[in-house]
């Protein structure tokens, strides 16, 4: 097998894909991609093992950020894989509509409610994260409407923050360039600073009575990873119980064992009303998210006359709920939430010797989720370009900011490539200067 950045063939990667010309824009339309990028731009991957993944010129990379923070437990393994094709041939599909429900289903639910940081939780299916982030936002102005508080619609999130692509999740999401252009958002969304209590609690005594909850990243991702600061996350669990509102906690990215723990609200020790999950639930083997419920949600909804007018097609669908299965197993079986604190360690030991090396402005994270800053002047998307070329794929977040996210799997001396290709793409991008 070739070494990580090196075509297996020793051919370079064909400029054209699929007979579409190098130079022109292709058919499909790239998400977060800028649709005038030429078909010939695009880098193909073809297959996955482990923490690595080769594209359609044979040439090798480290996974650096689990594909989009999601496969935790790496790609290519049989046990997953083997769990939807089994399920496929049993029952394709079928929905949960009503009177319906189906066995892998049941079974996800029952799984998630004892691996759930709160007690007594129900469990809500979505196909993934921003569709579950709506779904918390819905269910939490219902539950307080039930209960006899309709006024309660106004949700806090902060800044940064990121809570996904549909209406809902957009206009809860911090990030401005994110919300350029789409037109107004979801109303009655108040914005903080990332950790300003002080804000929060202003905003519950300007509203009385009407705020339905306050929603947070146990560290925001996609924000460009921000651990909480000390008690944080514990500040807002006392200021919600205070004021009648839910706890939201957006568990997308940090959920199944990112953090070291199973959730990150387990890991801080504060508890949710509602938690959003999503990514590692499959590590991506299917398309699957959801949302956790404590009583304090769902037993207002568990009323004879409340009817869930909420609901997706393929809400717990059959295949998707299997690799959930067979993804959880892989995690405990194997002991790989645990090894999040190890893997991160040593990703954290090696950005830090790059900064103290080549002057990063800085290095930040949490368990096996960091970020660095880079020095002034120097641009994370040509650092990321640069980074490819030493066989390893990263994230640039906004104009400065480089994440690494890697499958729990990843060898240790694949982490250290990491920081070594990072510390050799700044070597090229100084002398280019």
């Given at each position: ?119 007594h939780a129900r469990v809500f299916l979505t196909t993934g994260g921003s569709e579950a982030v ?176 909420h609901g997706g097609t393929y809400s717990g669908h059959p295949a998707a709920c299997a690799a ?110």
């Amino acid at each position: 097998m070739s070494a990580p950045g090196e075509p297996a063939s020793g051919k370079p990667a064909p400029a054209a894909k699929a007979g579409i010309p190098a130079d022109t824009p292709g058919p499909l339309l790239h998400p977060f991609a800028r649709p005038a990028t030429p078909a010939g731009s695009f880098i193909r991957i073809v297959s996955g093992q482990g923490a690595h993944v080769v594209d359609d010129s044979g040439r090798r990379y480290v996974d650096g950020l689990a594909s989009l923070w999601y496969c935790a437990a790496g790609h290519g393994r049989e046990k997953i894989i083997e769990a939807v094709a089994a399920q496929l041939r049993k029952l394709d599909a079928f929905h949960l509509f009503e009177r319906f429900t189906n066995i892998p289903a049941d079974a996800l639910a029952e799984r998630l409610a004892a691996l759930a940081p709160m007690p007594h939780a129900r469990v809500f299916l979505t196909t993934g994260g921003s569709e579950a982030v709506d779904t918390a936002m819905k269910l939490a102005r219902l539950a307080h409407t039930v209960v006899g508080e309709p006024e309660r619609t106004i949700i806090i999130s902060r800044s940064p923050s990121y809570h996904g692509v549909t209406y809902g999740g957009m206009s809860l999401t911090g990030l401005p360039a994110n919300r350029a252009g789409f037109g107004p958002g979801v109303a009655d969304i108040v914005q903080v600073g990332k950790d300003d209590l002080d804000a929060v609690a202003a905003v519950m005594e300007r509203e009385p009575g009407r705020v339905a909850a306050v929603i947070a990243e146990p560290v925001i991702g996609a924000g460009g990873v921000h651990p909480p600061h000390p008690g944080y996350l514990a500040g807002l669990r006392d200021l919600c119980d205070r004021h009648g509102a839910f706890l939201i906690l957006d568990e997308v990215i940090t959920g199944f064992g990112r953090l070291g723990s199973w959730f990150g609200a387990g890991h801080f020790g504060v508890r949710p009303d509602l938690l959003t999950f999503a990514k590692a639930v499959t590590s991506g083997y299917q398309p699957l998210g959801g949302v956790l419920l404590g009583p304090a949600v769902h037993e207002p909804l568990g009323r004879p006359d409340v009817v869930l007018r909420h609901g997706g097609t393929y809400s717990g669908h059959p295949a998707a709920c299997a690799a959930a299965l067979a993804n959880i197993a892989v995690l405990e079986d194997e002991g790989l939430v645990g090894r999040a604190s190890e893997v991160g360690a040593r990703l954290a030991a090696g950005l830090r010797s790059v900064a103290a090396t080549h002057g990063l402005a800085d290095v930040r994270g949490y368990g096996a989720m960091w970020a660095v800053d880079l020095p002034s002047g120097l641009d994370a998307t040509d650092i990321r370009n640069r980074m490819l070329s030493h066989g390893v794929i990263v994230r640039p977040i906004g104009t400065s900011t480089l994440a690494f996210c890697p499958p729990l799997v990843i060898d240790l001396a694949d982490v250290d490539l990491l920081s070594a290709a990072l510390a050799a793409a700044l070597d090229v991008a100084s002398q280019a200067r």
